[in-house]
């Protein structure tokens, strides 16, 4: 083994992890709104200028809070040579010979992924509401892409590095 395989091997990750990607634009952006609907209502006087003031001050206090609110960085979704780890569906790791398949949620409105599993009862499903339970207890289990950062390419290409031998349905 020459110096060259072994840098090469030490740079591969041992684990892919996808975290939420919330950012502040969404502050920003209702800002703008709150401070043009308090610019353009005051100056009106009357009752415009009470409804305009109302909800430019409401949007302003909505901006305040998404600003100074932590941002959630926490793990979605972490795929590893032993298995999937779905902190937020699953209490157990998902070893790698218990998935049958994957796919990506045809759904255009919302971003999401499907882990097709035989026996997901096994891994002890975190599911408090019954009517969504029951999805996760029979094909095994559906996370929202929504508020991580990752694409479908990203989660494909994990998926062929750690588990080349699963489909994609």
């Known amino acids: 083994m020459s110096v060259f395989d072994v840098q090469a091997e030490s740079e591969t990750p041992t684990r892919i992890e996808f975290r939420g ?16 609907a308090l610019a353009y209502s005051i100056p009106m006087g009357g009752l415009e200028a009470i409804v305009g003031g109302f909800f430019g001050a409401l949007f302003l206090l ?3 809070g998404q600003a100074f609110r932590d941002l959630d960085r926490s793990i979605h979704l972490v795929l590893d040579a032993e298995g999937i780890t779905a902190p937020s569906v699953f209490v ?3 070893p790698w ?3 049958q398949s994957y796919s990506f949620d ?13 026996e997901p009862s096994r891994f002890e ?3 408090t509401d019954p009517l969504a339970g029951w999805p996760v207890t029979w094909y095994g289990f559906r996370l929202s892409l929504d508020g991580v950062a990752c694409s479908y390419e990203e989660i494909e290409a994990a998926f062929r ?7 994609k349905v």
């Open 21 to 36: 990607n919330e950012s502040r634009w969404d502050a920003l952006f209702h800002l703008g709104v709150g401070g043009w």
């Open 62 to 64: 909505f901006a305040f």
């Open 97 to 99: 010979d218990a998935v």
């Open 125 to 127: 499903p975190k599911v």
């Open 106 to 118: 045809p759904n255009w409105d919302v971003k999401a992924v499907l882990v097709h599993l035989p």
């Open 92 to 94: 157990r790791k998902v």
């Open 161 to 167: 590095r750690f588990a080349p031998q699963i489909r």
